[in-house]
């Protein structure tokens, strides 16, 4: 199954064959890693699916790691995908709570890492989400699993396509009580700070090109490996653009994943990556 996903041009809701098939193309382009990203059948109130042992997410990674063992599987933590509410964290009388939501996240980072996942990537920005994944990690004998912490995920406008693309928008609301203010760069340096301590192993910025000053100060603040994710809308504002004529789609791309670079990210996380992998060959 190859879904298109209206917003993001190139960009697929994928069955696990059809996942596979990608993986490969990409893998054998030069591109290390994915990213993994569920959608469930059913969608409950306690996101049943992000944690199940036959869910998505670890099907397709345990999928991959033995038809692509070379290949750097990296997995999405999180509960917006699996919740019928489209939150990130458990839901009780109109609000998000934190703590109770925790144990649930640290249980499906626990599942990824024994379907075989390298990293786990937890993205939902509870807090405390780091330290409850290690502690769980640790207690399941996966203790050499490094966590890449989504440490400074902003609130941002940027994310518009990818709610569609993961069917995660919330039914009422919005993120802003759990994810960041955009005008407030000291409280992410705050964050990030709060996700070491906890056991991060790596940190990300997240957007990336509207937040290049976040990226320059994290690494030089912290020096841990970094990562910037080009996000939904970058790609999105990129591939309209390009359509019309009125950029390089291949010149702007690779002009904003340079900045990422030169702000001080060690690792990209883009729906470009297969097109930068040929262009760049």
Not at 130 to 136: D, F
């Amino acid at each position: 199954m190859r879904q298109p996903v209206g917003s993001m041009p190139g960009v697929f809701q994928l069955s696990p064959d059809e996942i596979l098939r990608e993986a490969s193309m990409a893998h054998a382009l030069g591109v290390p890693g994915v990213l993994l990203f569920g959608i469930p059948d059913k969608k409950d109130d306690r996101a049943s699916g992000a944690y199940a042992r036959n869910g998505i997410v670890q099907r397709v990674t345990r999928l991959l790691k033995k038809e692509l063992p070379s290949l750097l599987v990296i997995t999405d933590v999180c509960l917006c995908e699996y919740m019928a509410h489209g939150h990130c964290g458990i839901v009780k009388a109109g609000k998000i709570l934190n703590d109770p939501s925790l144990k649930l996240l640290a249980r499906t980072a626990v599942s990824h890492a024994e379907a075989g996942a390298d990293i786990v990537a937890p993205s939902d920005m509870m807090d405390g989400r780091v330290r409850a994944i290690r502690a769980e990690l640790d207690n399941a004998g996966l203790s050499d699993t490094p966590i890449l912490s989504y440490a400074a995920k902003f609130a941002s406008a940027f994310y518009g396509p990818f709610r569609e693309a993961a069917e995660s928008t919330p039914k009422f609301g919005d993120r802003r009580s759990y994810q960041m203010d955009a005008s407030n760069a000291n409280e992410a340096l705050r964050e990030v700070a709060l996700d070491i301590q906890e056991g991060a192993d790596m940190v990300m910025v997240k957007p990336a090109l509207a937040y290049l000053d976040i990226i320059q100060r994290v690494k030089a603040e912290f020096g841990l490996p970094t990562a910037a994710y080009a996000v939904s809308g970058e790609h999105a504002m990129i591939k309209a653009a390009a359509a019309k004529g009125w950029i390089d789609e291949r010149a702007v791309t690779l002009e904003s994943l340079l900045a990422m670079r030169r702000a001080g990210a060690d690792i990209l996380i883009t729906y470009a990556a297969a097109d930068v992998a040929s262009w760049l060959k």
